[in-house]
């Protein structure tokens, strides 16, 4: 029995890259098919994350004209790890390996068939890592750097310069599955599912079309997901301000009461003012740091579903040869 692999890829408005997507993948799959690697009734599965534009409807198109190209369309925009979990879900069960890549072909589709020969070699993880930043601003590189550095501080294992560029075997899907968090960040997650893993370097090019569909706003607010749902060691770093915070009062009172026996009062209106801004920002970063998790538990505890599909072609394809 071949293995059966299933090519996840979430998309988002991205109908002028979907053709050539579709094109370049299918080549791929098709060469793999032939060399004898996966089975024939290996797929591309789209997940339509509520795209506003003919995402969809290519979608279909595609998926009618070729039998390999198969899709779920999610009811409205669910992000995109949720649209990652549901290509897995609906995948898993009829796929030995899940690979998953987004649409725009940033990560080289050539990597896919070295994260094949991995999987046969007998790792359950092939994280997908760059070996070049080249094509990111200067910005974008530092701020990675920065992000890898702090999580690592923070106690968050991340593969640096991976995203969601990998390959998970069956029961590496399966097992990340039961993890049922509402807030996701999925690439401090594998991790943390265990199983043997690998690394495969390819470099990352430009979009091939469209534009970024993570904007600035969206990249901070991931990011600041990535540190309060992995670690609380900024609610750690909370008390250790508050006992610096006591220390240094403590001399300051010893100070007043020495310079009132002295007699040299009035004086201290300045250092006054500044220690009520100053504890009054320590005090209200402290609040959102405490209700930013208050906010996490709230989210986790109302176990909404992370995703509604409205329509999905993948298995139907499958049952119609069993
Ligand atoms: N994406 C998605 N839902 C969203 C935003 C993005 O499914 O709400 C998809 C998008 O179509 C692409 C992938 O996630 O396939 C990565 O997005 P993008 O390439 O815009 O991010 P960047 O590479 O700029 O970080
Ligand atoms: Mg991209």
């Not at 599965?45 to 039998?67: A, E």
């Not at 979990?85 to 068939?113: E, F, H, K």
């Not at 504890?279 to 989210?299: A, N, P, R």
Request: positive net charge; proline residues 3%; glycine residues 6%.
């Amino acid at each position: 029995m071949m293995n059966v692999l299933t090519i996840v890829v979430p998309c988002y408005n991205e109908e002028e890259v979907l053709p050539e997507t579709v094109k370049e993948l299918g080549t791929i799959l098709n060469q793999l098919i032939q060399a004898q690697k996966i089975a024939v009734n290996s797929k591309l599965l789209f997940v339509n994350d509520g795209s506003r534009d003919q995402t969809w409807n290519l979608i279909q198109k595609f998926s009618q004209k070729h039998d390999y190209v198969t899709g779920i369309k999610f009811t409205r925009n669910y992000g995109h790890q949720n649209a990652l979990l549901a290509g897995m879900n609906v995948a898993v069960p009829y796929s030995d390996m899940i690979i998953t890549i987004d649409a725009d072909l940033q990560d080289d589709v050539n990597a896919i068939p070295k994260m094949v020969d991995a999987f046969l070699t007998g790792y359950d993880v092939v994280y997908g890592v760059r070996n070049s930043r080249k094509t990111d601003t200067a910005f974008k590189r530092q701020t990675a750097l920065g992000y890898y550095a702090l999580m690592k501080k923070l106690g968050v294992n991340l593969v640096p310069d991976s995203a969601d560029y990998r390959l998970l075997s069956k029961r590496a899907t399966e097992a990340l599955l039961q993890y049922q968090e509402r807030n996701l960040f999925l690439r401090g997650m594998v991790p943390l599912v265990g199983f043997k893993s690998t690394k495969v370097y390819y470099p990352r090019k430009e979009r091939f079309a469209g534009e970024s569909k993570y904007p600035l706003g969206k990249m901070i607010h991931f990011a600041l997901d990535g540190i309060t749902s992995f670690s609380i060691a900024p609610i750690h770093l909370i008390l250790g301000l508050g006992v610096i915070t006591v220390v240094v009062s403590i001399i300051l009172m010893l100070y007043t009461i020495y310079e009132k026996i002295r007699g040299n009062v009035v004086s201290g209106w300045s250092s006054l003012m500044v220690s009520i801004w100053l504890l009054g920002g320590i005090q209200l970063i402290s609040l959102s740091i405490i209700g930013e998790y208050v906010g996490k538990v709230f989210t986790e505890v109302k176990h909404r579903p992370r995703f509604n599909i409205e329509q999905e072609t993948f298995s139907a394809k499958f049952k119609d040869k069993k």
